[in-house]
């Protein structure tokens, strides 16, 4: 799938745009199609490298998405597929951003 990402924190010149792996839902996940994400200050603060979180790189940014539940993952109950889904995962702590095609 397509994503923005950095391999390293810096300035935004270290962004780049290529395909990375599709996630899969976890139990208790929903694999969202991408249709809209939105960028705030603490995505310029990670990307940079203002604040000393630990990435996994490729690291995706942003954390604010729109989209549609493509998949559902084991033990979810509340959404199902096509569901309309707005959400923020910051992307910290293991998990992903979400300026790609699909986020879990």
Do not use: H
Not at 46 to 72: H, K, N, W
């Amino acid at each position: 799938m397509k994503a923005a990402y950095i391999e390293q924190t810096g300035p935004p010149e270290n962004i780049k745009v290529g395909n990375l792996p599709r996630p899969e839902p976890g139990p208790g996940q929903v694999l969202v199609k991408v249709r809209a994400v939105a960028l705030n200050p603490i995505d310029l603060y990670i990307r940079s490298g203002m604040v000393a979180f630990p990435l996994a790189f490729p690291y995706i940014i942003a954390c604010d998405l729109a989209g549609t539940v493509e998949q559902v993952g084991p033990d979810c109950k509340r959404l199902k597929v096509g569901d309309r889904v707005w959400g923020s995962n910051q992307g910290l702590l293991g998990r992903q951003g979400v300026a790609c095609e699909f986020a879990a």
